[in-house]
């Protein structure tokens, strides 16, 4: 799905993540809308990038997994989508802890989807939580 929908990295910081999906006939349903499918991959690219730059950094062997996924869709999405996560901060500690056990640990990351360029409450196309579930395998 990922190399089907091509979503964008427009922002990778410490303090989160955007991604888009641009609107095409990949990616459009019949009703000419963006395809709930692609709005789901979007919200996983941008709710798990952050962690998987983290582990990355760390160097460890950390399993990453969303072990559920509820979404809100508001709005018929008839444009581009930018799927935005501004919790970097608290899923670098996040991982921080995971290095340091051997447990699997859970953390709900909220994702928004919305028009590129806006970031009005009412402009939401979509919410999304996912529990994103980690695990040391070098313990």
């Not at 963006?34 to 789901?40: N, V």
């Not at 991982?95 to 919305?114: G, K, N």
Request: proline letters at 2%; glycine letters at 8%.
């Amino acid at each position: 799905m990922l190399f089907w929908c091509l979503p964008t990295v427009t922002r990778l910081d410490e303090t989160g993540c955007a991604v888009r999906i641009r609107l095409n006939r990949r990616t459009r349903n019949h009703l000419g809308s963006m395809y709930f499918g692609a709005l789901c991959v979007g919200a996983d690219c941008a709710g798990g990038l952050i962690a998987y730059r983290q582990i990355q950094k760390s160097g460890k062997a950390v399993s990453l997994i969303f072990k559920d996924f509820k979404a809100e869709f508001l709005k018929r999405a008839e444009g581009d989508v930018e799927f935005y996560c501004d919790q970097g901060e608290e899923i670098r500690e996040f991982v921080d802890r995971v290095v340091a056990s051997s447990e699997r640990m859970d953390l709900a990351v909220r994702v928004f989807a919305q028009c590129p360029g806006t970031r009005q409450p009412e402009d939401l196309i979509a919410k999304f939580e996912l529990t994103l579930s980690l695990k040391n395998r070098q313990k």
